[in-house]
């Protein structure tokens, strides 16, 4: 047996969901499944796709490890595309004052909210920051995630967001799940800056996304573009100029108003952007023809108990979906996939099909990665979740229950319920 060879074989569903770039509109339902499926997969990479009987006429079994999928449903791997998995500190008090009517504004500008996560993310150590990630990757790959992107942005400044982004790139040579890394400075205005938040966007531009770049620390540049956070004109100035250093942009986008952020996300050619509760008709549009991916964030919705962002009618509008957790620690304290894939279909009129594609090949392609995860096709990085059901409907149908059985990693089974 050869490291990284596996075969799966007599997959109830092998779900391939089959595609190089992010499926639109109503190519989410497509999700080509193949009955008594199998799929090969050598030194990491999928080699061959198809009915049991073909694969296995094609292939010499003494090669690999075998799994048995008879049974089972098998899916891509969850591509997780929106989250803060490392931060210092923890904000549960802050849920209980939501709870007794506060708003998360209303937190943010008593010193609360991120100034919070701020202020103890500065005073950890590296060590303690990467312990608590590593916790967390752990716990995301058990649900089946093995792509994940981390944002900075607790640290509005520069000794901190290097931190921040260094530790998540020492938790990507040594953890399973892979780690994309975006840079957030522009998540909040520090105290030193409010009233100056120019001058903030200005230190960004020239003393921390120089290192950044130069580091290669983050693929992607974030801001948080939003009322009494950061103006349309404020982010474009920062995303552009991040773009010039080989950064590709992504927004926060119209979460609490109607900003514009799709719209500046269109003109910029964004990535994605993501959140877009209130996203305009137009800019959803706008977004649609520039090909920008919509990647909605419902478990932030439910915690904040705020209005979901329009899926079906992003859908109906030719955008391309995504959905990802926002796993952080004040809106969204939560990294689960089967509370997010309940609320996608039950609240947000997702279908089953829609959603599975929206956790995989768009989750990949809000990363750039289509071209390599987010599919079972020939040529892709062996990624893979068994189901301990028949079918990727048993998702939704048990709702809020972690069902995923195995979870392969680059052609490795590296959890196994």
Known sequence: MIDQNILIIHANELVTVSGFQAKKGKEMSELHIIEDGAVAIEKGIITRVGKTEEVLSEVDTSL??????????????????????????????EFSLRLKGESYMEIMKRGGGIASTVKATREATNEQLYREGLRRLDSMLSFGVTTVEGKSGYGLDRVTELKQLEVMKELNKNHSVDIVGTFLGAHAVPSEYKGKEDAFIDFLINDVLPEVADQKLAEFCDVFCEQNVFSVEQSRRLLTEAKKVGIKAKLHADEIVQLGGAELAAELGAISADHLLHASDQGIKAMAEAGVVATLLP????????PYARARYMIDQNCAIALATDLNPGSCFSNSIPLLFALATLYMKMTPEEAVTALTLNGAASLSRADTIGSIDVGKKGDLIILEY????????HF???????VIKDGRLVFER
């Open 64 to 93: 690999y490890q075998i799994i048995d999928a008879t049974g089972k449903a098998v899916l891509p791997g969850f591509v997780d595309s929106h989250t803060h998995l490392v931060f210092g500190g923890f904000r549960a008090e």
């Open 390 to 397: 028949p079918s990727y409907q048993f998702i939704p149908y």
């Open 299 to 306: 478990l932030t919705a439910f915690s904040l108990k705020e």
């Open 400 to 406: 809020g229950v972690n069902i995923v059985e195995k």
